[in-house]
């Protein structure tokens, strides 16, 4: 009988445990932390009862007054869980829960913040030009940083290691927040991953031999996006060899792939491996759905007569984005390099739509007034289509966010909308010496406002209205030690989390809040 009394005290102990975070000792990779405890009630509820109150001291403490002599910050909880938010990275913390007229409870809980260099404002910083008003408690994704930052330009969450991988082991890409409560990015050429606010894997692109490419890898590079019915979608790659010597017309081919029974003498040909941008869709067991390669729709042309604004051949479309459109089914895909846009029907795979002009031996250099070197080509709520315009086929231009409007004539868009970009909290230095920019990417939010990163090589992040007024601005930037200067860090996107009710839901869906375990 006592040895099953003593048991059952055990086990409420150890339920009791894990029923607390951060669990005792945590290393936690972000300032806004969910709180979860026992439930605790009052002994006698009164009028004034306010729930539960956390504390919060800098440092380690084991005794209550060392712990008192040391708090700083208070809040209060109607409920066993609330989400507060610490002052630094790199510092050890102690927290306790109290309520009124419930019993006293001394226990005092212990974790640390974690800090690296890209959270390190000695090192790192984003910079604010504009401060925001409208949007002052949303929150920016940072790709270049792999950080998450508010709007004051302060770091709240950076990416932890996933299998080991870090910044030296890949460019992150894409790092974005899921409508289901979920974090999604991607490792360029390595993997895709959908993790929790902890850093817990839920899903991961599978490894091993390709499915689509033909290669022992997918090249997995620039989107992957979470599909509303739990599906995967990714770009990635094949490689192709392409015959530099043959003798081109605009519908001939000269390409081979790996496997290919045809395959040419590669002794007797001029062969260089050109990339060709896939576009897969798993499901959750990470199976291969569905897939477009675009080697089956472009041309022996597109690479023969397309050069480049200096007059060279550019051996690649560039596949470089694209985005799904699940109500109407068309998967709308960038090629920057031909300065092109194709709308491809679902699941069919076929090609509805071409907008952008096709090259011929007698017009290799085409611009089509709309977009040039585009990024980030997304619908908008209304039905537009919208990319980040990079503009580099026009000297000493600044790129453009370009709205577009599909007329239903073969090839034409009209353009509805547009805003040229500006630089305005740059050095002078940079300010002077005009650089053409690559990378980027845009964003309609819910009220019709605009998210931009201009990304490479100026870096700067925005808010603007359809009127074209800039709600919020902001640079990422490094410490050079060298020069004794701060610059601009080059990264590829970033993301926009409108409020922390939107935050709310990634932090409470994390594994470790649900289950007690990290």
């Known amino acids: 009988m006592y040895r099953l009394i003593f048991i059952f005290f055990i086990l409420l102990h150890t339920t009791a445990e894990a029923q607390v975070f951060p669990v005792e000792g945590s290393q936690l990779h972000y300032r806004l932390i969910g709180f979860r405890f026992p439930a605790r009630p009052a002994l006698k509820t009164t009028p004034t009862d306010q729930g539960y109150k956390l504390e919060i001291a800098a440092g380690k403490h084991e005794r209550l007054d060392s712990f008192n002599k040391h708090i700083i910050k208070t809040a209060a909880a109607k409920n066993n869980k609330i989400i507060a938010e610490v002052p630094f990275f790199g510092m050890q913390y102690t927290w306790r829960i109290t309520r009124k007229g419930s019993p006293a409870n ?10 690296n260099y890209d959270v390190d404002t000695t090192y790192t910083k984003v910079r604010t030009i504009q401060k925001a008003i409208k949007y002052k408690d949303a929150f920016v994704f940072m790709d270049a940083t792999r950080a998450l930052y508010d709007m004051n330009g302060k770091p709240v969450w950076f990416l932890p290691k996933i299998h080991g991988r870090g910044p030296e082991s890949s460019l992150l890409k894409d790092i974005k927040i899921t409508p289901a409560g979920t974090i999604t990015l991607m490792y360029e050429n390595l993997a ?3 993790i929790d606010w902890d850093g817990n894997i839920l899903w991961e692109t599978p490894s091993g031999k390709s499915t689509v490419g ?7 590079h620039h989107e992957f996006t979470r599909l509303s019915n739990g599906h995967y979608m990714v770009m990635g790659s094949e490689i192709g060899m392409w015959d530099k010597g043959f003798t081109a017309t605009n519908d001939s081919r000269s390409l081979y792939f790996p496997g290919d029974p045809k395959g040419p003498d590669s002794e007797k040909l001029a062969l260089q491996p050109v990339p060709f941008g896939t576009i897969i869709e798993y499901d959750k067991a990470g199976k291969v759905v569905w897939h477009w390669k675009s080697s089956k729709y472009l041309k022996n042309s597109d690479l023969y007569f397309h050069k480049n604004r200096h007059g060279y051949i550019e051996m690649t479309a560039h596949a470089n984005s694209f985005f799904f459109d699940e109500k109407k089914k068309f998967v709308y895909v960038s090629f920057r390099d031909l300065n092109r846009l194709i709308k491809v029907k679902y699941p069919e795979g076929t090609v509805a739509a071409v907008y952008g002009q096709t090259y011929t031996a007698e017009n290799s250099e085409v611009y089509n007034g709309m977009f040039c070197r585009q990024h980030s080509v997304k619908v908008s709520k209304s039905g537009l289509l919208y990319v980040f315009n990079n503009n580099t086929c026009y000297e000493l231009t600044f790129p453009k966010v370009v709205m577009m409007q599909e007329t239903g004539k073969k090839g034409e868009l009209k353009k509805i909308w547009e805003y040229q970009c500006t630089i305005e909290g740059q050095s002078g230095n940079q300010q002077k010496q005009y650089q053409f920019t690559f990378g980027g990417n ?8 605009i998210f931009t990163s201009m990304s490479t090589l100026y870096s700067k992040v925005f808010i603007v209205t359809k009127d074209k007024k800039e709600l919020w601005s902001a640079i990422p930037e490094s410490w050079n030690d060298r020069t004794k200067t701060w610059e601009n860090i080059i990264q590829y996107k970033a993301s926009f989390i409108p409020s922390g009710k939107d935050l709310e839901k990634l932090i409470w869906n994390s594994r470790a809040r649900t289950t007690g375990v990290k």
């Open 192 to 194: 895709a991953y959908e």
């Open 214 to 220: 033909g290669d022992n890898d997918e090249h997995f």
């Open 442 to 449: 845009v964003e309609e939010l819910a009220n019709g406002d």
């Open 106 to 115: 001394d226990s005092l809980h212990h974790f640390s913040t974690l800090i």
